[in-house]
């Protein structure tokens, strides 16, 4: 059945989530009506090696055209109009988010701030987080200060001499703090995104870091908490303190990591691994198969723990005088975990959360996970029926972003 809109303006997206095992679509609508839900119309999910060994980057690009076709095929019976603009998620390898704290001390501090004065500590600010942000990446990639592409500088907040304001402009005062969400990216990788894949998408390309949209998700409803995204190389940390988002960090141990280590214990292809993984997850296997898995994984799991444990002890900022790494944050923690993306669901994960040794760390109360769900989204209704995973919610966050941002 063809669904025909009439009498309200309805726009349709693609969501397009590009992972580092995976790639992931879905296309959704929603109207100008204030008691719409998003629609979910149509979804596609493809493994970089379910079609062959993957082993280049044009195999890369391949995979991802093949996807975004599925996708836009699969749908074409749900819907008689093609997508208006595609929301791209990356790799948090390549597209990172970070958040910076920049302070401004000014020499007049009983004149009010005027428009012009305002334009001059902005452009300061943020060129001085540009600057600052480009060098450091540079080191960790050898990639060139010139050769990093800035997405998006955003100030999230504003004190003044230990006040917070919505903004600078007509205030007076001394020291000023700002609190800075910057996402960045290789160029290269850029220009490769968008010759990969704008030949294939009508409409225009938004690039979205899972930073930008995750506070569309927690706010008025989530004060503390220590949100992962366990997805395929990779373990995404956002760290949330009274509502505000404090801290992004990352390391490279995901889901793909544990099915690797069984594909090289028992001698399975990756697809046969990843298989036998997921069945463990759900509790498929039988007694002796199931702790001959644990076994396996105990080596894995420790490194992932261990990794976890190093990124929320090492507090990394940026203020006035320069970078200060490996600063201990001093604090205690938020107390739950929230979990999602497809690594999430291995049992020993919440396991060792809730269980593992924080010797060294404080927490409000001993630690809890929750799982995040695409039935916790209740502005969208999925007509696939398909979404039920946690591994599918950085894209339902890139819809619900959308949503809370344009309406």
């Not at 200060?145 to 003044?160: A, G, M, S, V, W």
């Given at each position: 059945?063809?669904?025909?809109f009439?009498?309200?303006?309805?726009?349709?997206?693609?969501?397009l989530?590009?992972?580092?095992?995976?790639?992931?679509?879905?296309?959704?609508?929603?109207?100008?009506?204030?008691d719409?839900?998003i629609t979910?119309l149509?979804?596609?999910?493809?493994?970089?090696?379910?079609?062959?060994?993957?082993?280049?980057?044009?195999?890369?690009?391949?995979?991802?055209?093949k996807?975004?076709?599925?996708?836009?095929?699969e749908?074409k019976?749900?819907?008689?109009?093609?997508?208006?603009l595609t929301l791209?998620?990356?790799?948090?390898?390549?597209?990172?988010?970070?958040?910076?704290?920049q302070?401004?001390?000014?020499?007049?501090?009983?004149?009010?701030?005027d428009?012009?004065?305002?334009?001059?500590?902005?452009?300061?600010?943020?060129?001085?987080?540009?600057?600052?942000?480009?060098?450091?990446?540079?080191?960790e990639?050898?990639?060139?200060?010139?050769d990093?592409h800035?997405?998006?500088?955003?100030?999230?907040?504003?004190?003044?001499?230990g006040?917070v304001?919505?903004?600078?402009?007509?205030?007076?005062?001394?020291n000023?703090?700002f609190r800075?969400?910057?996402?960045?990216?290789p160029?290269?990788?850029?220009?490769?995104?968008k010759?990969?894949i704008?030949?294939?998408?009508?409409?225009?390309?938004?690039?979205?870091?899972?930073?930008?949209?995750?506070p569309?998700?927690?706010?008025?409803?989530?004060?503390?908490?220590?949100f992962?995204?366990?997805?395929?190389?990779?373990t995404?940390?956002?760290?949330?303190?009274n509502?505000?988002?404090?801290?992004?960090?990352?390391?490279?141990?995901?889901g793909k990591?544990?099915?690797?280590?069984?594909s090289?214990?028992l001698?399975?292809?990756?697809?046969?691994a990843?298989?036998?993984k997921?069945?463990?997850?759900?509790?498929?296997?039988?007694?002796?198969v199931?702790?001959r898995?644990?076994?396996?994984?105990?080596?894995?799991?420790e490194d992932?723990?261990?990794?976890?444990?190093?990124?929320?002890k090492t507090q990394?900022?940026f203020?006035?005088?320069?970078?200060?790494?490996?600063?201990?944050?001093?604090?205690?923690?938020?107390?739950?975990?929230?979990?999602?993306?497809?690594?999430?669901q291995l049992?020993e994960?919440?396991?060792?959360?809730?269980?593992?040794?924080?010797?060294?760390?404080?927490?409000?109360?001993p630690?809890?996970?929750?799982?995040?769900y695409?039935?916790?989204?209740?502005?969208?209704?999925?007509?696939?029926k398909?979404?039920n995973s946690?591994?599918?919610?950085?894209?339902l966050?890139?819809?619900?972003?959308?949503?809370?941002?344009?309406?």
């Amino acid at each position: 059945m063809v669904l025909i809109f009439k009498k309200e303006k309805v726009e349709i997206f693609l969501g397009l989530d590009i992972g580092t095992e995976a790639v992931k679509a879905i296309i959704f609508s929603f109207s100008e009506k204030k008691d719409k839900k998003i629609t979910i119309l149509g979804n596609s999910f493809s493994y970089f090696d379910s079609y062959g060994i993957f082993n280049s980057k044009d195999f890369e690009a391949d995979v991802i055209k093949k996807t975004i076709s599925k996708t836009i095929e699969e749908t074409k019976s749900k819907v008689n109009q093609k997508p208006n603009l595609t929301l791209l998620g990356l790799p948090a390898n390549i597209l990172k988010g970070r958040i910076i704290f920049q302070s401004f001390k000014r020499e007049n501090s009983q004149s009010i701030i005027d428009k012009k004065e305002k334009e001059v500590i902005y452009q300061k600010i943020l060129s001085k987080t540009q600057k600052e942000i480009s060098q450091i990446f540079a080191r960790e990639s050898g990639i060139l200060p010139k050769d990093i592409h800035f997405i998006n500088l955003k100030i999230l907040e504003i004190k003044i001499d230990g006040y917070v304001v919505p903004a600078i402009q007509g205030y007076n005062g001394e020291n000023l703090d700002f609190r800075i969400l910057a996402i960045f990216l290789p160029k290269y990788y850029l220009e490769n995104v968008k010759k990969n894949i704008q030949d294939l998408i009508p409409g225009g390309l938004e690039i979205l870091n899972l930073a930008e949209v995750l506070p569309y998700f927690f706010r008025n409803r989530v004060a503390d908490g220590i949100f992962l995204d366990v997805g395929g190389n990779l373990t995404q940390i956002f760290l949330v303190n009274n509502g505000k988002l404090n801290k992004i960090d990352e390391f490279q141990i995901g889901g793909k990591t544990f099915s690797q280590t069984l594909s090289q214990s028992l001698g399975l292809e990756i697809s046969e691994a990843r298989a036998l993984k997921e069945n463990y997850s759900k509790g498929e296997l039988s007694e002796g198969v199931r702790k001959r898995v644990r076994e396996i994984f105990s080596q894995s799991l420790e490194d992932w723990f261990k990794n976890l444990k190093l990124r929320l002890k090492t507090q990394m900022s940026f203020r006035e005088g320069g970078v200060i790494a490996g600063e201990a944050t001093g604090s205690l923690l938020p107390s739950t975990f929230f979990l999602f993306g497809g690594g999430s669901q291995l049992p020993e994960i919440q396991e060792i959360l809730e269980e593992g040794d924080w010797e060294g760390f404080s927490f409000f109360t001993p630690p809890k996970v929750k799982f995040i769900y695409p039935k916790d989204f209740k502005n969208i209704e999925d007509i696939t029926k398909k979404l039920n995973s946690p591994q599918d919610v950085p894209l339902l966050l890139i819809a619900n972003y959308y949503d809370q941002e344009n309406f």
